[in-house]
C-alpha cells in the first residue's frame, strides 16, 4: 500500500509541477511540462491499484476508518474526475473557467491529501518511517513554491512587456 502510494505521488508530482519546472528552468524539463496530462493519467491509474489494495483490506476485514474513506475517497473522485474530464474535448463542457477551477482545486486537494499522508505521525515508524516520507513531504510542500514562483515570472514578464 505504501509503495503503491509513493509511486502514484511521482506520477501525480510530475504533472503537478512539471510545467512550473518548464517555466522556471527552461528546456530541460520541457517533457515534463508537455506531457502534464499523461503523467495525470499515469497516476489515475496507479490510484485505481491503489484502491485495489484499499478494497482487498476491506475485504479481509482491516478496513482503514470511515474519516480515511471521506477523506482520501474525495481526492480520488476528484482525480478520476480531472482523468475524465482531460479526455477529448470533454472539458470544454466546463467552460475555460470552470475547467481551470476543477484543475486548481483537484489537483491542490490532492497534493493536501498526499501531504497529510506523509506527514501524518512521521515519527511512529521510527528513524526509518521518518527517512522514508521526509523526501516525499518536502516535495508536496515544494511543489505549490515552484507554481507560484513560476505565476511570479509570468506576471513578471507580462508587466516587462506593457
Known amino acids: 500500500l505504501a509503495a503503491t502510494a509513493r509511486v502514484q505521488f511521482l506520477w501525480f508530482w510530475a ?10 528552468f527552461g528546456p530541460a524539463f520541457l517533457p515534463l511540462k508537455r506531457h502534464g496530462r499523461e503523467f495525470g493519467l499515469a497516476f489515475a491509474a496507479a490510484l485505481l491499484v491503489h484502491l485495489g489494495l484499499v478494497g482487498w ?6 478496513a482503514p476508518g470511515r474519516g480515511v474513506f471521506i477523506f482520501f475517497g474525495t481526492a480520488a473522485a476528484l482525480a478520476f474526475l480531472l482523468a475524465a474530464f482531460s479526455f477529448g474535448e470533454l472539458h ?3 467552460g ?6 476543477l484543475r486548481f482545486v ?7 491529501a498526499f501531504f497529510t499522508d506523509f ?5 511512529h515508524g521510527g528513524t526509518r518511517h521518518l ?3 521526509l523526501p516525499f513531504a518536502a ?5 505549490p513554491l515552484l507554481r507560484l514562483a513560476a505565476w511570479a515570472a509570468r506576471l513578471r514578464s507580462i508587466n516587462q512587456q506593457a
Open 96 to 101: 475555460p473557467r470552470g475547467w481551470r477551477w
Open 139 to 143: 516535495m508536496t510542500l515544494l511543489a
Open 92 to 94: 470544454t463542457l466546463l
Open 119 to 123: 506527514v501524518h505521525n512521521p515519527l
Open 15 to 24: 504533472a503537478y509541477a512539471g510545467g512550473a519546472l518548464a517555466n522556471l
Open 106 to 112: 483537484g489537483m491542490n486537494f490532492i497534493l493536501y
Open 131 to 133: 527517512v522514508e516520507y
Open 57 to 62: 483490506l476491506c475485504y479481509i476485514g482491516a
